[in-house]
């Protein structure tokens, strides 16, 4: 069993950064996916950005390309979402999700073990 812990979140005006961290604990294997989505009031959840654990690859939303970054520290199982640039549109819960193997995807029902979401506020 993989359990994930998101933290980071927060009160953030228009133009700011914030940084999210997701630890992951439990069985891990050597190919392994992290991810980002997200939720906004009244709407479904979103995928954000992904990263792989064997190569590093990343893929991101065409919504936050070029303002938020996905790194993770294998040796920490820990992943981390660098939003800068942030705007209201970005206010939502953030949640961390964890799948094996080596494909990057942006489907949610591909990804077996979430962390329990961290609320972004982007005021105007």
């Known amino acids: 069993q993989v359990q994930l812990v998101e933290s980071g979140g927060g009160l953030v005006q228009a133009g700011g950064s914030l940084r999210l961290s997701c630890a992951a604990s439990?069985?891990?294997?050597?190919?392994?996916?992290m991810a980002w989505f997200r939720q906004a009031p009244g709407k479904e959840r979103e995928f954000v950005a992904a990263?792989?654990?064997?190569?590093?690859?990343?893929k991101y939303a065409d919504s936050v390309k070029g303002r938020f970054t996905i790194s993770r520290d294998n040796a920490k199982n820990t992943v981390y979402l660098q939003m800068n640039s942030l705007k209201p549109e970005d206010t939502a819960v953030y949640y961390c999700?964890?799948?094996?193997?080596?494909?990057?995807?942006?489907?949610?029902?591909?990804?077996?073990?979430w962390g329990q979401g961290t609320q972004v506020t982007v005021s105007s």
């Open positions: 439990g069985r891990m294997f050597s190919r392994d996916i």
């Open positions: 999700a964890f799948r094996y193997g080596d494909y990057l995807s942006s489907n949610e029902n591909e990804y077996g073990k």
């Open positions: 990263c792989s654990r064997s190569a590093g690859v990343t």
